[in-house]
C-alpha cells in the first residue's frame, strides 16, 4: 500500500466494539468487494469494502472475516481467510499478504488465519454453534445498486445452505459504528486533507485564462499521488462558468474564460480515509463585485452552518435553520423577495431554486458516509458543509466545503488552513 502502517489497534478495538452490539450466540461475516470487469479482461481499479477494512485493516480481494465471540472454541471467536498466493500471482500481480503479514495488520493470530479455499472446512465447525448470524447489505439511502456484490452472492448462497438460521442486518451496527471516528481515525482523515490542501495551493498558482478544465485535472493528480494519495475520493468536479451550475458536472473537458468562476469540488483520499473539499475561484485571479458579493454570502452561510454543528442536534432541525439563513442571503442578493418567501411551499421552500441541495453529510471511510439522520450530532462525527448558491442565468455557481469534527465542546474545522477568503484566493493566485 502507498500509505504508512496503522496501528492495528484502531482493529482490534473497532471488532471488539462491534461484538458489544451482537445478540447472544451470533455470528458474522464481512466479505471483500469484488474486482469489477470492464471489457474483454479488463477491471477496474479495486476498492476494499469499507466494513471489511474497519474491522481488519486489510486491503485486498477476495479476504473474508468470521466473528463469533461466544464460539466454545476460542481459536473460532475471531477467524479471517485469505486469497493463498503462488508463484505465478507473485509474477503476474503482485506481493499478497502472508499469514504473518496478517496478523501484523489484522491483530489476529496466524493461528486463526485460514486461506480461502479452507473455508467451508473451517465455517462448518462454526456456523452450527450459531443461532443468529449477521450479514451485510449496502443500506446507504443514496444507493442505487445495480450490480450483484460479493455481499449480495453470499447471502443468497447463505439462505440456500443453511436455511433455518435467524438472518440479522449487519449494517445498522456498522452505521452506529463508524459514524463516531475513534482517535486513531482523525490523523488519517487529516492527512487526506492536507493532501488536499497542498494540491489546491498548487492550483491557485497554475490557474489563468485559457487553461483546460482537464490541465487543472492534471495538475490535482500530480499533487495528490506524490503525496502517497491512491488518488481522488470521488470523481472531481472542475466546472468553470455555466459548468458550475451543474451539480455532478464531471466532464471536465471546457476552456476555463477570462471573467469566468472554477466550482473546485475535489478530496484526496489516504489509507481509505476521504477528504471533501470545494472552493470557487476566478479563472483571471479576481473576482467581479458581484461574483464577490455571492461568494460572501456562500461564506456567512457556511460559518452560521458550521456553529450549528454540534453536540444533541438533530440532522432536519439544522438542515432548516440552514435554509433560513440562506433565504436571507439571497434576498440580499436580490434572487429572492419577501413576496416569494410569503407565497412558498413549505415543503420547497422558495430558496432551493438557487440552493438544491443539503448542507452536510458524514464524512470517513465513504465519502458520503454511513450513519443515521435521526440519531443526534455525536462527538466524534465527521460532517461537511457545503452551501452553494447557483445563478444559472448568470452562469454563476458558487460552493465552499470545509470538514467539520465535532467534539464535546464544540467543533473543530479540520480544513481551517485550506485558503478560504475570496481575499486570501485573490492574493495567492496574484504572487
Request: with cysteine.
Given at each position: ?31 471483500a468487494n469484488d ?257 464577490r458579493a455571492v ?30 439563513i440562506m433565504e ?104
Amino acid at each position: 500500500m502507498r500509505y504508512l502502517p496503522i496501528d492495528n489497534q484502531l482493529f482490534i478495538q473497532n471488532r471488539q466494539r462491534l461484538t458489544a452490539l451482537l445478540k447472544s450466540k451470533s455470528l458474522v461475516v464481512v466479505n471483500a468487494n469484488d474486482i469489477m470487469p470492464t471489457n474483454a479482461d479488463g477491471t477496474m481499479a479495486f476498492r476494499q469494502n469499507n466494513d471489511l477494512f474497519y474491522l481488519t485493516g486489510v486491503d485486498q480481494e477476495e479476504t473474508r472475516l468470521v466473528l463469533f465471540p461466544e464460539h466454545p472454541d476460542p481459536k473460532f471467536r475471531e477467524v479471517l481467510f485469505l486469497r493463498e498466493t503462488s508463484e505465478l500471482i507473485e509474477i503476474w500481480e503482485g506481493h499478497k499478504l502472508t499469514k504473518a503479514e496478517a496478523e501484523n495488520v489484522t491483530g489476529i493470530p496466524q493461528k486463526q488465519i485460514y486461506w480461502m479455499t479452507q473455508f467451508e472446512q473451517i465455517f462448518i465447525q462454526m456456523v452450527f454453534e450459531a443461532e443468529y448470524v449477521y450479514l451485510n447489505t449496502n443500506e446507504h439511502t443514496r444507493a442505487g445498486v445495480e450490480v450483484q456484490s460479493q455481499d449480495a452472492r453470499y447471502v443468497d448462497a447463505f439462505r440456500q445452505k443453511y436455511p433455518l438460521h435467524h438472518l440479522e442486518r449487519l449494517a445498522p451496527l456498522m452505521h452506529q459504528l463508524r459514524a463516531i471516528k475513534q482517535p486513531q481515525e482523525i490523523p488519517l482523515i487529516q492527512t487526506a486533507i492536507d493532501i488536499t490542501d497542498k494540491m489546491f495551493r498548487r492550483l491557485l498558482g497554475f490557474v489563468k485564462p485559457g487553461v483546460w478544465e482537464y490541465e487543472i485535472e492534471a495538475e490535482m493528480m500530480h499533487e495528490f499521488l506524490r503525496h502517497r494519495s491512491r488518488g481522488v475520493a470521488y470523481t472531481p468536479i472542475i466546472a468553470s462558468g455555466a459548468n458550475a451550475c451543474v451539480l455532478h458536472y464531471i466532464d471536465n473537458s471546457q476552456q476555463c474564460k477570462d471573467g469566468d468562476v472554477i466550482l473546485l469540488d475535489i478530496g484526496a483520499e489516504y489509507a481509505n480515509y476521504n477528504a471533501d473539499m470545494t472552493r470557487s475561484i476566478p479563472v483571471n485571479g479576481r473576482f467581479t463585485a458581484r461574483q464577490r458579493a455571492v461568494y460572501d454570502a456562500v461564506l456567512r452561510v457556511m460559518t452560521e452552518a458550521k456553529q450549528l454543528l454540534r453536540p444533541g442536534n438533530l440532522w432536519d432541525e439544522y438542515h432548516r435553520e440552514v435554509g433560513k439563513i440562506m433565504e436571507s442571503e439571497l434576498i440580499g442578493l436580490g434572487l429572492l423577495d419577501q413576496n416569494d418567501v410569503a407565497k412558498q411551499d413549505p415543503d420547497t421552500p422558495a430558496y432551493k431554486k438557487y440552493f438544491m441541495h443539503g448542507t452536510s453529510h458524514f464524512l470517513g471511510l465513504d465519502v458520503h458516509d454511513v450513519g443515521n439522520k435521526y440519531r443526534k450530532m455525536e462527538p466524534g462525527m465527521v460532517f461537511t458543509v457545503e452551501p452553494g448558491i447557483y445563478i444559472r442565468e448568470e452562469s454563476l455557481g458558487i460552493r465552499l466545503e470545509n470538514n467539520v469534527l465535532i467534539t464535546e465542546s464544540g467543533n473543530i474545522d479540520l480544513m481551517a488552513n485550506i485558503p478560504l477568503e475570496a481575499g486570501a484566493i485573490e492574493d495567492l493566485m496574484n504572487r
